[in-house]
């Protein structure tokens, strides 16, 4: 049973920056894709960027491209999203996810249907 802990939301204002941090525990030894996931108030759950753990694959959504980055540190079973020039849209909670994987592709677009290990959250904020 993958366990998974966000660390790093809070306030910002427009244009500034926030380092969202999953720690993960118990993984067996296989890869998983990996993502962060978002969902504001009213609004759906929305796939924010994603990561194969032990591929050289990642995706970003348009909405976050140029301005996110995702990363995964194997010998900490750390996933981070690094938030730059951030808007107010991007205010939302924001959930990790992992699913355990054998392909070199996760499918993304995705809003996380298919995800089965879950944090639980951590807000962002973003005023304008």
């Known amino acids: 049973q993958v366990q998974l802990v966000e660390s790093g939301g809070g306030s910002v204002q427009a244009g500034g920056s926030l380092r969202l941090s999953c720690a993960a525990s118990?993984?067996?030894?296989?890869?998983?894709?990996m993502g962060w996931f978002r969902q504001g108030p009213g609004k759906e759950r929305e796939g924010v960027a994603a990561i194969n753990t032990g591929r050289d694959w990642t995706y970003y959504a348009d909405s976050v491209k140029g301005r996110f980055t995702i990363s995964h540190d194997s010998a900490k079973n750390t996933l981070s999203l690094e938030m730059n020039s951030l808007k107010p849209e991007d205010t939302a909670m924001y959930y990790c996810?992992?699913?355990?994987?054998?392909?070199?592709?996760?499918?993304?677009?995705?809003?996380?249907?298919?995800?089965?290990?879950w944090g639980q959250g951590t807000q962002v904020t973003v005023s304008s």
């Open positions: 996810a992992a699913l355990r994987t054998d392909f070199y592709f996760c499918s993304w677009p995705s809003r996380g249907d298919e995800y089965n290990y």
């Open positions: 118990q993984y067996s030894d296989s890869n998983y894709c």
